[in-house]
């Protein structure tokens, strides 16, 4: 936990201007310094540079921020590790926070795992790579796919080898929980080891910063499937990285635009050729979080899918992710090449130049958008662009208010043979929640096609919500508590009324919490800390379901009134923990304690950019500043707490005697949460 007091110590000493001319040549402007943005291309300066006020700011792009910012974005390190890295440059030591047991004991396990997990993968990769020096067989098949030893190597491409336990010469203990935690390693239900990877090429994946977090392996003989990932580890999210990001960051800086195709051979045959500015996505249909990263490198994107029907629906689902973060300033394009080809062939048939044709013929997102709905429609008869307008009103709420969403709607005025006026009218009678994104496929399902709007097909249904940016989950089961009800707690500050609505008598009880739950307690969300998603786990917030009531008003209570955190214990962190979808409440906790920040705008510059926290914070924002402070904001905490613990308990209570407590165990449980409960209804809760 770095003080927030020392950062701005830090920001007072080091200077915006030696941090960023370090990697940006810099001339006198006036007041100001000029020189070429770094974070996209241009001819000509945009880019300034304040010595007065410590910032830079590009006019183009809109890049604006600290020194501590310039690091983060420029090299791609964590907040943690650019305050530490400016802070050595100034002879600065840089102060951690006391911290409880607990947080000691959970920033050790994590560091401790995250160092096992890079270190195992980086000894695997260097196996892999002697590998393939001594494999005709492989180094023959990328030849044979056009490549030279110099992209594989820049590309760090290996050889898993073909035996079924080759790991277990490079990691003597092949029983290190760790190999199959890190998804080197495959466990049988009998308990039987194995390599993962077998008889595959190997790409190494790694984050924005450069560090390994796992492999892609292309099977180059028969079987399947053709392409394998590694699994979902506490390093790796295939729904959040991108393969050949790192290795091609400075080509699309040079490019002005990034090209996103569908696999990792596409990627290394077009650096091939020359063009090194694509990326794939690992085997997962486009999500909002790649949308988000790839608009972070370059403000031109271009999909380029096959122009079968995979193509098409996978370009379709792209789509849908971008509509949510369009903005006037980015272009977001789609290229669909000839049926018989992927971007890998197609340049090695006919060429680099005739690829960077096609590039410039790529179809703008709004033509393809209105082409793509047309095309489902007789738009010859009323009926079928009634319906048409029907299936496109939950797409065009998605896109946030802007130029482009007004051209975009005067553009399907005319598709539907409607003015403006008559088009405004419709979309303002009832309006359309935006879509809901389709569910994430299992393992080893296929993904859904690119069929209307309805509650068959990828759209999702009309009627799904579709909040906070892309995080659509209005399945909460039936049986889970409901919290959208609760009249003690409101959201904009005002009087706190008890339990039930009526005023709580006896003033403000010292909060009791609970240390006695038996259930899953600890914290495992994301990889493990605050900085993570939150994906199916006790709190969770998952990837499908709208925020409850109660998780925004604790974060609004949270923001609002900072100094909560300061007097938060295990207890208090462990109720939360029971509460359904909670899990952003935990990490807020989690993130205000580690970085010391104590309100919005430094949370959200400690938070990571791409996480649920920092896409709710950034939507909370305005509400938190425009919010009237609470007359008593720890009773109305302490009064929240105890409702979580309330319904849990109830919750719990249920269960057991669904299933008869048939044994001593949960007769005792049982009789454990009752009495629990009378303490709780003698506080004012019902």
Request: with cysteine.
């Amino acid at each position: 936990m770095i003080p927030e007091s020392f950062i701005q110590d830090l920001l007072a000493r080091v200077d915006v201007v030696d941090v960023v001319g370090r990697y940006v040549q810099l001339r006198k402007g006036g007041a100001n310094l000029l020189g070429l943005c770094p974070f996209h291309n241009e001819k000509s300066p945009s880019f300034t540079v304040s010595p007065t006020k410590q910032f830079y700011h590009c006019f183009g792009c809109g890049a604006h921020g600290s020194a501590i910012t310039f690091l983060m974005e420029h090299t791609g390190t964590s907040f943690p590790e650019a305050v530490r890295t400016l802070a050595a440059s100034a002879g600065m030591t840089v102060p951690e926070e006391n911290r409880s047991p607990r947080q000691q004991q959970e920033s050790a396990r994590r560091k401790a795992e995250e160092s096992r997990h890079t270190q195992v993968l980086d000894a695997a990769q260097a196996h892999y790579l002697k590998q393939l020096r001594a494999s005709p067989a492989a180094i023959r098949y990328l030849k044979q796919r056009g490549l030279t030893g110099e992209i594989a190597a820049h590309f760090g491409l290996g050889w898993s080898g073909t035996d079924r336990h080759g790991l277990s010469h490079v990691f003597p203990n092949y029983e290190d929980p760790t190999l199959v935690e890190s998804g080197l390693v495959i466990e049988s239900e009998d308990g039987r080891r194995y390599d993962r990877f077998r008889e595959r090429i190997m790409f190494p994946i790694r984050n924005a910063r450069g560090s390994l977090i796992g492999f892609g392996g292309r099977i180059i003989g028969k079987g399947e499937p053709k392409y394998l990932n590694s699994p979902e580890t506490p390093l790796f999210s295939k729904g959040h990285e991108l393969y050949g990001l790192w290795e091609g960051r400075q080509a699309i800086r040079q490019e002005g635009q990034v090209i996103v195709v569908e696999g990792y051979m596409d990627v290394v045959g077009l650096a091939q050729q020359g063009i090194a500015n694509a990326v794939a996505t690992l085997g997962t249909a486009t999500t909002p979080d790649h949308v988000k990263k790839l608009l972070r490198t370059s403000d031109k994107v271009i999909f380029s899918f096959d122009g079968d029907g995979a193509g098409r629906r996978a370009a379709w689902r792209a789509l849908q992710a971008c509509l949510p973060v369009l903005r006037d300033d980015i272009a977001i394009r789609f290229l669909f090449l000839p049926s018989e080809h992927d971007p890998d062939s197609y340049v090695r048939e006919l060429g680099a130049e005739a690829f960077r044709a096609c590039l410039g013929d790529a179809v703008a997102l709004s033509r393809f958008l209105l082409d793509e709905l047309a095309s489902r429609h007789n738009m010859n008869e009323a009926e079928g662009r009634a319906s048409c307008l029907h299936e496109a009103k939950p797409l065009l709420a998605a896109i946030p208010e802007c130029a482009l969403r007004v051209q975009i709607e005067r553009e399907m005025a005319k598709l539907v043979q409607l003015t403006p006026e008559e088009m405004s009218q419709i979309l303002a009678q009832q309006p359309a929640k935006p879509f809901a994104p389709a569910a994430k496929p299992a393992a080893g399902e296929a993904a859904p096609g690119p069929g209307p709007a309805g509650p068959d097909h990828d759209g999702g249904h009309p009627d799904m919500g579709y909040d906070f940016a892309g995080h659509d989950f209005s399945d909460i089961p039936a049986d889970e508590p409901d919290y959208a009800d609760y009249g003690h707690f409101p959201s904009q500050g005002g009087a706190s009324a008890g339990a039930g609505g009526g005023q709580r008598a006896g003033g403000k009880p010292e909060w009791k919490g609970k240390s006695d739950w038996k259930g899953k307690g600890d914290w495992k969300g994301g990889k493990g800390n605050w900085k993570g998603r939150r994906d199916n786990d006790v709190g969770g917030f998952e990837g499908r379901r709208t925020m409850p009531s109660l998780a925004k008003r604790l974060l609004g209570l949270l923001l609002a009134h900072p100094e909560l955190v300061d007097s938060m214990g295990d207890q208090q962190l462990e109720v939360i923990d029971h509460g359904p979808h909670l899990g952003l409440v935990r990490d807020l906790i989690m993130l205000a304690q580690s970085s010391g920040a104590r309100h919005v705008g430094a949370l959200l510059e400690a938070a990571e950019p791409d996480s649920d926290l920092a896409t709710v914070l950034k939507g909370l924002r305005a509400d938190v500043l425009s919010q009237e402070d609470l007359p008593d904001p720890q009773t109305e905490w302490d009064d929240a707490l105890r409702r979580i613990e309330f319904d849990s308990a109830k919750l719990e209570m249920a269960k057991l005697a669904a299933a008869g407590l048939a044994t001593d165990e949960a007769r005792k449980r049982y009789l454990e949460l009752s009495s629990r409960l009378a303490v709780l209804k003698g506080a004012g809760i019902r």
